[in-house]
């Protein structure tokens, strides 16, 4: 006799057993420490270069790996995305930073071959309201999305609650926000990027299902206009096609019984 085939997928959002998530977790929280030094040194004047180097610095010396650096041929340790940048920037000694930039750093790292991978926003200075609140409301989807990681939810849920966490922060702002089109999160483990991609937006109730142990990187990217993009000439930085600033926020988040587990802290 034959078995049918299962007309709905049961297909889950691979689990890590605890022990594999306290190792990620000590990844990502060298990630987390190189972001904190990164954050303690923006100030006018400093350049993206020397964000770059504090943080291979404090990688390094935890005994950990830069996961960017050499990825597809990336040159660095961190992203920094400024203003119209979006994601993948470049770090360059060229590029000093001035009072009210609007800027972006992602950060991974490997430690016993275990990922990490975390981005922060943050001004040069002060912001103005508006970019203050673009940082915030991607923020805000961001929290959104990680309080959907739990067991029995789907990868669309996740998607699905970034984007009403979206909505949520329009409505406390009073203006629109733009979620970029083309980029989402993933699956991280023993490779940065993993299946499944995780959209910043859509309808719930589709993908595989989480289960405790599951982990995904979450990580939405808003701007104050368009949702598209182009790359520069560069073949890495990722700018908005209107010149809108854009936010990106990320935490690796791992699904367990007692809730979601922020593992880049
Ligand atoms: N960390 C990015 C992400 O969040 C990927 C950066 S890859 C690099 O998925 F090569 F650009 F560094
Ligand atoms: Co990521």
């Not at 789907?154 to 702002?173: C, P």
């Amino acid at each position: 006799m034959v078995s049918l085939p299962r007309l709905r997928s049961r297909k889950t959002v691979p689990a890590r057993t605890p022990g594999e998530l306290d190792a990620m977790a000590a990844a990502g929280a060298v990630v987390a420490a190189a972001l904190r030094t990164v954050r303690a040194a923006a100030v006018a004047g400093v350049s993206t270069k020397d964000f770059d180097d504090a943080a291979e610095t404090v990688i390094r010396e935890a005994g950990g790996v830069p996961s960017f650096l050499g990825y597809h041929g990336y040159p660095a340790s961190i992203c920094s995305s400024v203003n119209d940048r979006v994601v993948h920037g470049i770090p360059s000694a060229d590029e000093k930073l001035a009072p009210g930039d609007l800027v972006s750093v992602d950060c991974g790292a490997i430690i016993d071959g275990w990922h990490g991978d975390a981005a922060v926003t943050f001004g040069i200075g002060s912001l103005i309201p508006m970019d203050e609140a673009l940082s915030a409301a991607t923020k805000q989807s961001m929290e959104a999305g990680i309080a959907a990681m739990i067991p029995g939810n789907r990868l669309t849920d996740v998607s699905h609650a970034i984007e009403q966490g979206v909505r949520a922060a329009e409505r406390t702002h009073g203006r629109r926000f733009g979620i970029v089109a083309g980029y989402g999160g993933h699956g991280i483990g023993r490779q940065m990027h993993m299946d499944p991609f995780l959209p910043n937006e859509g309808q719930p109730g589709r993908g595989p299902f989480l289960v405790a142990g599951s982990v995904l990187a979450i990580e939405p990217m808003l701007t104050l206009g368009t949702t598209k993009t182009r790359i520069l000439a560069d073949e890495w930085t990722v700018v908005t096609s209107d010149g809108s600033r854009a936010a990106h926020w990320e935490h690796t988040v791992a699904v367990t019984e007692d809730g979601p587990r922020i593992l880049t802290l």
